[in-house]
């Protein structure tokens, strides 16, 4: 009997070559299984006594043991799960976590490990599916913040961040081992659509039992998600891409599809008004503009009504009208948000000497040392909220610059999909532009859940247009075609 079998896992047009445990009749497979039986029955007693007899924490280990299955045996079926339901995960996943030698974790950063894992797993795997060039978009990145995690002031945090970091390049990289050809994207995403259900769902019920209490900013909708500003965040990613299911003239949808895909767009933006996220509204309306200006003109006619949107409904006028107060700190005057914004940089940028200027000061550092330079931080520890500044404080300029490399080799990699798919290049390039607009005013990379869908859409998008622009042999050296549906 044959010591190892192969499985094969297909996704889409993709197909990907995993390899399982040995068989299930032979005796080796069984010796194994005998002896993790035996292994748990002892640790669980321990197990249960460490975490306090608590359910949601007990869910971590047999959390464990179906995430390593499925790690082992149908990782298409996982990755699946991880994107359709992480989005909602915050609600359950905070009451997991647990501490261990003074650092906390729960299920959440098991789902964080197999995401790495199963990027690692894939790379090793087949290696030549993942392009150099997307690696090397990388790797400045991952370099400095490597450094920057050896000069930190926080090393825990630190390394906290480092690894959410590699989570991040672990879900851009996974793309390219299920999407190979055009249907294998559309089926991605609407495989992150379907992530917004979830979220969209709740929404109804956070509404019901937060709306009438508001608070000092009014109420502020924030659904399935730690924060207003994260569910904002990942309305401007799954609003485009509602738009490119809905305009995707590959994809002949019924009338009745047609009209449930329009209602909840429509849905999603009033959604989006009700986190009160201002930069997330600049960012989709600026998505909005540019796809009336290349697709459909007369969608301008609508984007003109905007001012007089603005101006009735409450909550649009009312949070605009805040940013013309509070602008000066006089007394005990309080600044309005963006005020606030302007003052951090302020001081953690006069605060930085020369001679940091090149490498910065390593990783959460800003936050570390904010209780310093920051009069108004009132012993708390505060990001920057802009990524541009507390990269540039945490990494310097050096930091800063292979930051910004990333997104300038991920945006060209995008554009070479325009000659074959606008509206597909057209989406993904918004999403990366709407990014870089909301990280001017947030802590954005410091949000795991959204960054997942981002840096997934995102590379899904890329492996799109590597794909295609492989040249094919039998084809005389020209780029490989498109499949369709």
Request: with cysteine; proline share 4%; hydrophobic share 55%.
């Amino acid at each position: 009997m044959n010591m190892q079998t192969e499985s094969t896992m297909q996704a889409g047009s993709a197909t990907v070559h995993t390899r399982w445990l040995p068989g299930a009749g032979d005796a080796y497979t069984r010796f194994v299984v005998i002896v993790l039986a035996l292994a748990i029955g002892i640790v669980v007693p321990f197990y249960a006594e460490l975490m306090d007899y608590k359910p949601a924490r007990l869910l971590a280990l047999p959390a464990v043991l179906v995430f390593g299955l499925l790690l082992l045996f149908n990782r298409l079926l996982l990755l699946a799960l991880i994107i359709v339901f992480r989005s909602a995960g915050d609600v359950i996943l905070d009451s997991t976590r647990f501490s261990i030698g003074g650092y906390e974790t729960g299920i959440g950063g098991l789902i964080n490990l197999c995401v790495i894992m199963l990027a690692c797993m894939l790379v090793f795997e087949k290696p030549s599916r993942l392009p150099k060039k997307m690696v090397l978009a990388w790797l400045p990145f991952l370099l400095v913040a490597l450094f920057g995690l050896a000069m930190s002031p926080e090393k825990g945090d630190a390394i906290r961040s480092y690894l959410t970091l590699l989570s991040y390049f672990s879900m851009f990289v996974i793309a390219f081992y299920f999407v190979r050809a055009a249907p294998d994207f559309r089926r991605c995403v609407k495989l992150v659509l379907w992530s917004s259900a979830l979220p969209a769902a709740y929404a109804l019920a956070d509404i019901a039992l937060h709306g009438a209490a508001g608070g000092a900013e009014g109420f502020r909708l924030q659904s399935t998600f730690t924060h207003p500003n994260i569910f904002a965040f990942y309305l401007t990613l799954i609003i485009p891409l509602t738009l490119y299911a809905l305009k995707d003239k590959t994809v002949a949808l019924g009338s009745g599809s047609r009209l449930a895909l329009t209602l909840y767009l429509f849905y999603l933006l009033a959604l989006l008004v009700l986190t009160q996220t201002r930069s997330a509204w600049l960012a989709c309306m600026i998505v909005f503009f540019a796809y009336a200006l290349l697709f459909e003109r007369r969608y301008l006619l609508y984007l003109m009504l905007l001012p007089l949107v603005a101006l009735l409904v409450p909550e649009i006028r009312e949070r605009l009208l805040d940013l013309g107060s509070g602008t000066t700190a006089v007394a005990y005057a309080k600044l309005n948000s963006f005020a606030w914004r302007l003052s951090i940089w302020e001081s953690g940028l006069q605060w930085m000497r020369p001679s940091h200027y090149l490498f910065g000061y390593g990783l959460e550092a800003f936050r570390h040392y904010s209780q310093t330079f920051f009069p108004a931080a009132n012993h708390m520890n505060w990001g920057a909220h802009n990524v541009y500044v507390q990269w540039f404080f945490d990494a310097g300029m050096i930091g800063l610059l292979a930051y910004l490399w990333l997104y300038a080799r991920v945006a060209l990699t995008l554009k070479s999909l325009m000659r074959i798919d606008r509206l597909a290049a057209f989406v993904t390039l918004a999403l990366v532009f709407s990014y870089l607009v909301v990280s001017s005013s947030d802590n954005i990379f410091g949000y795991l859940v959204f960054n997942w869908y981002f840096w997934f859409s995102v590379g899904i998008g890329c492996a799109l247009a590597v794909s295609v622009a492989v040249p094919d042999k039998k084809s005389g050296g020209h780029p490989r075609p498109l499949e369709r549906p």
